[in-house]
T-cell receptor, first 115, second 112 residues
Framework: DSGVTQTPKHLITATGQRVTLRCSPR?????VYWYQQSLDQGLQFLIQ???????AKGNILERFSAQQFPDLHSELNLSSLELGDSALYFC??????????????FGPGTRLLVL | KNQVEQSPQSLIILEGKNCTLQ??????????LRWYKQDTGRGPVSLTI?????NTKSNGRYTATLDADTKQSSLHITASQLSDSASYIC???????????FGRGTSLIVHP
């Protein structure tokens, strides 16, 4: 158990809908990262927050948005869902955000299925 | 374009045998390279991280090597166990950028 929690574990929805994925980092970790893992693309970095502020943005679609709240939990919002958005979404956390050598601890993931 | 290529795509070995997984990258400038182990349906777990000046790092039965000149890394697993069955992912970080580049992973199956 990494100490990172994600809810829900599974999510089934229809195209065009909007969903929110939630992540609670390890106690004391200030940095939160979101990743998407699909069968054809592998793991892809989406976005990172540090102590409430966006720090880095990767291959995140405009239909997707995220935020980190004052209690440090984070939410990833996916809207206008398409079939291709079906994937595993991971959240990870680390204590700080420095040189990129910090170890990230991954949550168990949310499996999203868009029908 | 920054790329990370892993080989083989999949590998089946018998319990107790050794194996080596490969990672080639074109990421430049190089900052660090990390190997993750990902069990089916779970999040990745970091095994090792290496910077430019390091060429070998061990974590129990896992030993990673790095040749920054040829931009190659390998992960050697010694005396494999059934619990080693997983996907092994190589991730390279570019200097001056947070954005990591992921390989597609090698799927390892260890048979009794």
């Amino acid at each position: 158990d990494s100490g990172v929690t994600q809810t829900p574990k599974h999510l089934i929805t229809a195209t065009g809908q909007r969903v929110t994925l939630r992540c609670s980092p390890r106690s004391g970790d200030l940095s939160v990262y979101w990743y998407q893992q699909s069968l054809d693309q592998g793991l892809q970095f989406l976005i990172q927050y540090y102590n409430g502020e966006e720090r880095a943005k990767g291959n995140i679609l405009e239909r997707f948005s995220a935020q980190q709240f004052p209690d440090l939990h984070s939410e990833l919002n996916l809207s206008s869902l398409e079939l291709g958005d079906s994937a595993l979404y991971f959240c990870a956390s680390s204590a700080f955000w420095t040189s990129g050598q910090e170890t990230q601890y991954f949550g168990p993931g949310t499996r999203l299925l868009v029908l | 374009k920054n790329q990370v290529e892993q080989s083989p795509q999949s590998l089946i070995i018998l319990e107790g045998k050794n194996c080596t997984l490969q990672c080639n990258y074109t990421v430049s400038p190089f900052s660090n390279l990390r190997w993750y182990k990902q069990d089916t349906g779970r999040g990745p777990v970091s095994l090792t991280i290496m910077t430019f000046s390091e060429n070998t790092k061990s974590n129990g039965r896992y030993t990673a090597t790095l040749d920054a000149d040829t931009k190659q890394s390998s992960l050697h697993i010694t005396a494999s166990q059934l619990s080693d069955s997983a996907s092994y992912i190589c991730v390279v970080r570019q200097g001056g950028s947070y954005i990591p580049t992921f390989g597609r992973g090698t799927s390892l199956i260890v048979h009794p």
